[in-house]
């Protein structure tokens, strides 16, 4: 991560505050928001306590399976050897926004990525086809986001924004439009914001974890 231990020790402490989700995702997300938006660890070790779909989420693409008993396959050939370079990949990628230094905004696409996950295995074994193409094309169309309102930070501590997380659906439907909350205008209004990829986040420390290059 390009940090020693002892730097890091807040950031690792805060990772273990968090259970029952994927810690090297946890951990990624942790890390990106101390080291590039200086938010600390513990306040985003609370978001993720308050928000266990976020992990969810991301492991859903980052650690692919067809299905539940499905083994753990990489059909967006994030973890192949020479995938290298982190790009990001709009129709896939996750990121959470810190607006105003205080809110928390989290922006996944709409796209399904179970079913496009499956075309690109399914038209790798059998050499294209024309629900291959589709996925193709899916992966460079632009997409659409859907938003949630978190919470806020103050004087160290996260507010779970109540209304969103009892709105939320499977399908993540709750938007920042909807939360009568006048505040919510800051997702398209606002004097400073910081967006956090945080698929590329995780991507890059399973690449590390798996001993594969990683050229940020």
Known sequence: MGEDEASLAAVVKAADAVAGM??????????AFWRKANVAPQVTSSVLNAWPEIPASIE?????KAGAAAE???PFLFFHPIATETIPIPALDEYMDLVQNRFFIWKRPTIDRTSLG???IEGSQSYGGGQYL???RSLK???SYQSIWLG???GGRFFRNERSRHNLRPTLASSVSEISNPSSS??????CKISINVSIAARELKRRALGLDVVS
């Open 134 to 136: 589709d996925a193709l």
């Open 72 to 74: 753990e396959s990489d």
């Open 152 to 154: 806020f930070t103050e």
């Open 186 to 191: 800051f997702e398209n209004s606002y004097a």
């Open 60 to 64: 859903e693409v980052l650690s692919f």
């Open 118 to 120: 499956r075309a690109l």
């Open 22 to 31: 994927p810690r090297w995702i946890v951990l990624a997300v942790i890390h």
């Open 141 to 143: 169309a632009q997409p």
